[in-house]
């Protein structure tokens, strides 16, 4: 059985920084596109940056490009995202999700896992 299970989120001011963990189980995490999403109150889920599974290629939505970092450790099948200079409107729930497809994945859709979710909020 698969499980991402995210953590680091919480409240946070306006230009802090957060990171947040994303630790999978059940399948073989190095074969596996990792990417981070949100949803903040009332907004449908969005992207916010993919990573391949050697870690090579990483991608970033435009609102957070500059601030936010995704890296990954294979061998403990552990995604991050290193989130800096926050604002509140990256307040949201932040969802690690996973695909067995060899390309970058930037679609709600084309994810195959998902955790349950963290929540940043972020105060101004």
């Known amino acids: 059985q698969v499980q991402l299970v995210e953590s680091g989120g919480g409240l946070v001011q306006a230009g802090g920084s957060l990171r947040l963990s994303c630790a999978a189980s059940g399948l073989t995490f190095s074969t596996y596109g990792m990417g981070w999403f949100r949803q903040a109150p009332g907004k449908g889920r969005e992207f916010v940056a993919a990573i391949s599974r050697s870690g090579i290629i990483t991608y970033y939505a435009d609102s957070v490009k500059g601030r936010f970092t995704i890296s990954r450790d294979n061998a403990k099948n552990t995604v991050y995202l290193q989130m800096n200079s926050l604002k509140a409107d990256d307040t949201a729930v932040y969802y690690c999700?996973?695909?067995?497809?060899?390309?970058?994945?930037?679609?709600?859709?084309?994810?195959?896992?998902w955790g349950k979710g963290t929540l940043v909020t972020v105060s101004s």
């Open positions: 999700a996973a695909d067995r497809s060899a390309a970058i994945i930037t679609t709600v859709e084309g994810m195959d896992f």
